[in-house]
């Protein structure tokens, strides 16, 4: 895991995760169908306004923590709220590989993989 470099290992969540706000806010938007997140259990437009909300709040505070993390390694708080997003990406790993939506899972089990590798790594710190 020390293979890859801390910083870029930090850059690279933080641009998934922009990227990841962004896709969220055009869920929100109403571009992306509904069945193509969150597991396609989503059953009207009230639940992906309500799923886009907490999908982009959730990223934010993500964003915050690798954020917390470079600017201060020995925060307690950046490194065990990384190690949440670690299991919290390796459990929705899972979760896309059983999503009733094929393209939620030939997409999105890989990025979530990655993440959750990621996440460890910013963990890890230096």
Known sequence: MHQIPFRTAAITLLV???AATVFQF???AGFIPTEMV???RLQNEEERTVGA??????LLLFTALIILR???PSSMVGKWGMWAVCVLFAL????NIFALDLRETLI????TLISAVLAARVAMGE
Do not use: E, K
């Not at 999105?108 to 990025?111: A, E, G, L, N, R």
């Open 70 to 72: 470079m600017r201060r």
């Open 38 to 40: 969150w597991g396609g």
């Open 26 to 28: 055009t869920v929100l």
């Open 92 to 95: 929705n790993t899972i979760g």
């Open 53 to 58: 909300l907490v999908s982009i709040a959730f």
């Open 16 to 18: 998934l995760f922009i």
């Open 108 to 111: 999105f089990t890989p990025v």
